[in-house]
């Protein structure tokens, strides 16, 4: 008998997957569908579910330790293990029911990233061609949450296109439907066609589809356009790149599949479960697992050579050509899909140029949204909108964006460097401003071409041994000059989080014929004149023959050649000499290139004190404080130290410190999530107090970039300062169910606030006790000039108020490579 019960379990068990696919497949339209998917469910492992109880203090400690801090023992052990498995999809799927006018019902389910990843990672592991691959939003985006009520509402009940879109009356003579979404916020077309937007369509599982997005509407109403839109195939990506920290990043393309498809359904899905043996219902979709399964087979991948702690740029990689880069790919007998693609794009953009019309903004952000809450939400692609992001959410994703933008770049032998705000924050703590709303790179125009040609419109997967981010390239027509112009749009490319539509602007550089209006190059090149009467002025030119409309731009882009300055759209402009070479550091602990002068250039777009520190250092409203290497905003610095002492905050002793600390606590559990932040990214900050303490030293400029080299060789990619934002909601909702739980069982909404108090106290006293930053130039390398450096020392942490204060190093007051 047992022998018996056993076969029919793994029967059961091998079979349970197979089995859903194919009952999604070939469902009877007449037949109950409940009915089969409860039999689908019973083909589970019953010891494979997960109990939930009340948790003791112990274990709550625990829990939340192995959820929130650095990775621990506890997080592997079973109560606490969060796999994404076969259970979890199996329970999630169902097929939408309701008459729908189409052949295959679409088969919904609850999304998660690691299903997506690990299904194409095992299919890009059997693919040894690389060849194309199906594609659907719905798996790589939660469009679920905003769309699976209306794929299982009934027909009669969906919105249409007339309950989203507000037409002009004389020109949409349709009456809103009488359904529930009569009263749904909605986006006015002002004089626009309802049809040019949206259209009811029976066949979509949804009601409708959308093929343009108003800008001009409410928060609700644009979730709701954005997520159709996406559904809807208003925009797919041409190729995916995932990204690997084992290997080479794998590049496949996309075949152009009809829409409303769902991994659910799919043969990928059949083809994971296929090559796994264990097909138990507790089979795990773990995508570092199948990535490190493509790197572990021949051909293995050759790392590639690196550049160099100094890289030069030719100034031939700030020009372009566009009629030659025309005409080169004309003459391109076989051109790949990318190839016609950007050639199109460039004919498009030069003939549209030369019509003289206005060019139109081709990106859209939420700054048009109505009632938005703070100025930080004017920062996220239209198209990939989900709805407000809170703080710390904004945070991390702009953590994870720039990080997998530092990997994707270096992976693909990209050059780009830091611009504008985030070249700011990197002078002072190596990360990113806490108000910061989107990050800023630069790129030579050059660069700015392969990633059109190259990269646009790919969804760049980031390595699962890093996070779940997925990130879409997006590159305008009108990227072939940098003369300044009227265009609503100053930034070239984006790197958007698909998530939120956070993104990170890419502007690209190079020769133009834009006026000089940088003074302090205009200086610069006024005693370089005075030194050598050679060097060619403004007024030096050739362009009387010229027509008089064409003399000026001809006049500006001779002597911008000349004396090597190159812009950016906006009109920006830079000596060549300001950028080149760049050098190598790290931006939220990953390898980043900084420009050759980057305090210069910084200092001609901001205000900066000489000191790192001090009762001056105050930006927007936050002030910067050594002690735990980061910008605290004046409420929460008061909640610290109290109001008197805000104007002291960067002469606070170890036992001030962990009073202040403690006491933050005790006021408040709320203040954990900022506390680790603070914690979290000491090594980043040390690793920043360690390369300022080089550059303002008195080596000469050899020495400097000696020993900051060697900081680089002794000093890999450092741990992230954020969680994954994807992971970390996931940890979130985990804690907060269990926790719910254990307050009802005690009676006290304050019992898992107690217990996180108590951690968060123990971590404050070994934080503390190590001093949190002592600099430890041993730790660079052996060098003649290595005691120079202690009278540099940025920041030691006090034991007591009988200790000296050391003086303020003017850090920030001159280049160190002038």
Same mark, same amino acid.
């Given at each position: 008998?047992?022998?018996?019960?056993?076969?029919?379990?793994?029967?059961?068990?091998?079979?349970?997957?197979?089995?859903?696919?194919?009952?999604?497949?070939?469902?009877?339209?007449?037949?109950?569908?409940?009915?089969?998917?409860?039999?689908?469910?019973?083909?589970?492992?019953?010891?494979?579910?997960?109990?939930?109880?009340?948790?003791?203090?112990?274990?709550?400690?625990?829990?939340?330790?192995?959820?929130?801090?650095?990775?621990?023992?506890?997080?592997?052990?079973?109560?606490?293990?969060?796999?994404?498995?076969?259970?979890?999809?199996?329970?999630?799927?169902?097929?939408?029911?309701?008459?729908?006018?189409?052949?295959?019902?679409?088969?919904?389910?609850?999304?998660?990233?690691?299903?997506?990843?690990?299904?194409?990672?095992?299919?890009?592991?059997?693919?040894?061609?690389?060849?194309?691959?199906?594609?659907?939003?719905?798996?790589?985006?939660?469009?679920?949450?905003?769309?699976?009520?209306?794929?299982?509402?009934?027909?009669?009940?969906?919105?249409?296109?007339?309950?989203?879109?507000?037409?002009?009356?004389?020109?949409?003579?349709?009456?809103?439907?009488?359904?529930?979404?009569?009263?749904?916020?909605?986006?006015?077309?002002?004089?626009?066609?309802?049809?040019?937007?949206?259209?009811?369509?029976?066949?979509?599982?949804?009601?409708?589809?959308?093929?343009?997005?108003?800008?001009?509407?409410?928060?609700?109403?644009?979730?709701?356009?954005?997520?159709?839109?996406?559904?809807?195939?208003?925009?797919?990506?041409?190729?995916?790149?995932?990204?690997?920290?084992?290997?080479?990043?794998?590049?496949?393309?996309?075949?152009?599949?009809?829409?409303?498809?769902?991994?659910?359904?799919?043969?990928?899905?059949?083809?994971?479960?296929?090559?796994?043996?264990?097909?138990?219902?507790?089979?795990?979709?773990?995508?570092?697992?199948?990535?490190?399964?493509?790197?572990?087979?021949?051909?293995?991948?050759?790392?590639?050579?690196?550049?160099?702690?100094?890289?030069?740029?030719?100034?031939?990689?700030?020009?372009?050509?566009?009629?030659?880069?025309?005409?080169?790919?004309?003459?391109?007998?076989?051109?790949?899909?990318?190839?016609?693609?950007?050639?199109?794009?460039?004919?498009?953009?030069?003939?549209?140029?030369?019509?003289?019309?206005?060019?139109?903004?081709?990106?859209?952000?939420?700054?048009?949204?109505?009632?938005?809450?703070?100025?930080?939400?004017?920062?996220?692609?239209?198209?990939?909108?989900?709805?407000?992001?809170?703080?710390?959410?904004?945070?991390?994703?702009?953590?994870?964006?720039?990080?997998?933008?530092?990997?994707?770049?270096?992976?693909?032998?990209?050059?780009?460097?830091?611009?504008?705000?985030?070249?700011?924050?990197?002078?002072?703590?190596?990360?990113?401003?806490?108000?910061?709303?989107?990050?800023?790179?630069?790129?030579?125009?050059?660069?700015?071409?392969?990633?059109?040609?190259?990269?646009?419109?790919?969804?760049?997967?980031?390595?699962?041994?890093?996070?779940?981010?997925?990130?879409?390239?997006?590159?305008?027509?009108?990227?072939?000059?940098?003369?300044?112009?009227?265009?609503?749009?100053?930034?070239?490319?984006?790197?958007?989080?698909?998530?939120?539509?956070?993104?990170?602007?890419?502007?690209?550089?190079?020769?133009?014929?834009?006026?000089?209006?940088?003074?302090?190059?205009?200086?610069?090149?006024?005693?370089?004149?005075?030194?050598?009467?050679?060097?060619?002025?403004?007024?030096?030119?050739?362009?009387?023959?010229?027509?008089?409309?064409?003399?000026?731009?001809?006049?500006?882009?001779?002597?911008?050649?000349?004396?090597?300055?190159?812009?950016?759209?906006?009109?920006?402009?830079?000596?060549?000499?300001?950028?080149?070479?760049?050098?190598?550091?790290?931006?939220?602990?990953?390898?980043?290139?900084?420009?050759?002068?980057?305090?210069?250039?910084?200092?001609?777009?901001?205000?900066?004190?000489?000191?790192?520190?001090?009762?001056?250092?105050?930006?927007?409203?936050?002030?910067?404080?050594?002690?735990?290497?980061?910008?605290?905003?004046?409420?929460?610095?008061?909640?610290?130290?109290?109001?008197?002492?805000?104007?002291?905050?960067?002469?606070?002793?170890?036992?001030?410190?962990?009073?202040?600390?403690?006491?933050?606590?005790?006021?408040?559990?709320?203040?954990?999530?900022?506390?680790?932040?603070?914690?979290?990214?000491?090594?980043?900050?040390?690793?920043?107090?360690?390369?300022?303490?080089?550059?303002?030293? $008195? #080596?000469?400029? *050899? !020495?400097?970039?000696? @020993? +900051?080299? &060697?900081? %680089?060789?002794?000093?890999? /990619?450092?741990?992230?300062?954020?969680?994954?934002?994807?992971?970390?909601?996931?940890?979130?909702?985990?804690?907060?169910?269990?926790?719910?739980?254990?307050?009802?069982?005690?009676?006290?909404?304050?019992?898992?606030?107690?217990?996180?108090?108590?951690?968060?106290?123990?971590?404050?006293?070994?934080?503390?006790?190590?001093?949190?930053?002592?600099?430890?130039?041993?730790?660079?390398?052996?060098?003649?000039?290595?005691?120079?450096?202690?009278?540099?020392?940025?920041? $030691? #942490?006090?034991? *007591? !108020?009988?200790?000296? @204060? +050391?003086? &303020?190093? %003017?850090?920030?007051?001159? /280049?160190?490579?002038?």
């Amino acid at each position: 008998m047992r022998v018996t019960r056993l076969c029919r379990r793994v029967v059961s068990a091998s079979m349970v997957m197979l089995l859903m696919v194919w009952l999604i497949k070939s469902i009877d339209p007449n037949s109950n569908v409940e009915k089969q998917l409860k039999l689908l469910k019973s083909q589970g492992n019953p010891n494979s579910s997960r109990l939930m109880w009340i948790l003791s203090k112990p274990e709550l400690a625990a829990l939340f330790q192995a959820l929130f801090l650095p990775e621990t023992a506890g997080l592997n052990s079973e109560f606490w293990n969060d796999d994404y498995t076969l259970k979890d999809l199996t329970e999630s799927t169902r097929v939408a029911s309701g008459n729908k006018l189409w052949g295959l019902r679409f088969p919904y389910y609850t999304f998660d990233a690691r299903l997506t990843a690990a299904v194409y990672y095992k299919h890009v592991q059997n693919s040894q061609h690389r060849g194309e691959i199906m594609f659907s939003w719905y798996d790589w985006k939660n469009l679920g949450s905003v769309l699976n009520p209306l794929i299982t509402s009934k027909p009669q009940e969906n919105p249409q296109c007339q309950d989203i879109f507000e037409a002009p009356e004389e020109s949409q003579r349709i009456v809103s439907s009488s359904n529930k979404w009569g009263s749904f916020p909605k986006a006015s077309l002002e004089n626009s066609l309802l049809s040019s937007y949206c259209t009811n369509s029976q066949k979509s599982p949804i009601g409708f589809e959308v093929h343009r997005i108003q800008p001009h509407s409410d928060a609700e109403s644009l979730v709701l356009q954005s997520s159709s839109f996406l559904f809807s195939g208003g925009l797919v990506p041409k190729n995916l790149v995932f990204l690997s920290k084992d290997g080479p990043a794998v590049h496949t393309s996309v075949k152009n599949s009809a829409a409303y498809l769902s991994l659910a359904s799919s043969d990928l899905l059949e083809e994971f479960l296929s090559s796994h043996d264990e097909l138990e219902s507790t089979l795990v979709f773990d995508p570092l697992k199948e990535i490190k399964n493509i790197h572990s087979k021949p051909p293995f991948p050759t790392p590639k050579p690196g550049r160099g702690f100094l890289f030069e740029l030719s100034p031939e990689a700030f020009e372009f050509d566009l009629i030659s880069q025309k005409e080169l790919l004309s003459q391109s007998e076989f051109p790949f899909e990318r190839e016609f693609s950007y050639l199109s794009s460039l004919r498009f953009a030069q003939s549209y140029d030369s019509s003289g019309d206005n060019k139109f903004k081709y990106f859209y952000e939420s700054s048009s949204i109505q009632n938005h809450p703070d100025n930080f939400q004017n920062h996220m692609d239209i198209r990939f909108f989900s709805g407000w992001v809170p703080k710390w959410k904004r945070l991390r994703t702009l953590n994870s964006l720039m990080r997998t933008w530092l990997d994707f770049t270096k992976s693909e032998n990209l050059t780009s460097w830091l611009a504008h705000s985030s070249l700011h924050a990197y002078l002072y703590s190596g990360s990113q401003f806490p108000w910061a709303a989107s990050q800023n790179v630069q790129m030579p125009i050059q660069d700015l071409h392969k990633l059109a040609m190259f990269y646009n419109q790919t969804l760049v997967i980031e390595s699962p041994s890093e996070g779940y981010g997925r990130f879409f390239i997006d590159v305008q027509p009108f990227i072939f000059s940098r003369d300044h112009d009227e265009s609503l749009d100053k930034v070239d490319a984006r790197f958007i989080d698909i998530d939120t539509g956070l993104f990170i602007d890419i502007l690209g550089v190079g020769f133009s014929s834009n006026a000089l209006t940088n003074t302090r190059i205009m200086s610069q090149l006024r005693n370089e004149r005075n030194r050598n009467p050679d060097v060619l002025t403004p007024s030096d030119d050739e362009s009387g023959s010229k027509p008089l409309e064409d003399q000026a731009s001809y006049k500006n882009s001779r002597f911008n050649r000349a004396n090597e300055i190159v812009s950016e759209k906006s009109g920006k402009s830079y000596l060549l000499s300001d950028i080149s070479p760049l050098r190598i550091s790290k931006y939220h602990g990953k390898q980043v290139n900084i420009p050759h002068r980057a305090l210069t250039i910084a200092k001609d777009e901001f205000h900066i004190v000489p000191w790192l520190f001090g009762p001056k250092q105050r930006q927007e409203k936050h002030r910067f404080v050594p002690a735990l290497g980061s910008w605290l905003d004046l409420p929460t610095l008061k909640a610290l130290l109290g109001p008197r002492r805000v104007q002291e905050a960067h002469t606070i002793t170890a036992s001030q410190l962990e009073q202040a600390l403690e006491s933050l606590l005790e006021k408040s559990a709320s203040h954990c999530e900022e506390m680790l932040s603070w914690f979290n990214s000491q090594d980043q900050f040390k690793f920043r107090l360690e390369e300022l303490a080089i550059e303002s030293s $008195n #080596l000469d400029l *050899n !020495s400097k970039y000696e @020993l +900051l080299q &060697a900081l %680089q060789t002794n000093y890999r /990619d450092l741990p992230s300062s954020y969680k994954d934002p994807f992971l970390h909601e996931k940890k979130e909702r985990k804690w907060e169910e269990c926790t719910k739980q254990a307050n009802t069982a005690v009676g006290s909404q304050e019992y898992s606030n107690i217990i996180i108090k108590e951690v968060m106290k123990s971590l404050v006293k070994a934080f503390v006790a190590n001093h949190g930053l002592k600099l430890k130039h041993e730790e660079i390398s052996a060098h003649d000039n290595i005691s120079q450096l202690a009278p540099t020392s940025l920041y $030691n #942490l006090r034991e *007591n !108020s009988m200790e000296p @204060l +050391l003086e &303020a190093p %003017q850090a920030l007051k001159a /280049d160190f490579t002038l």
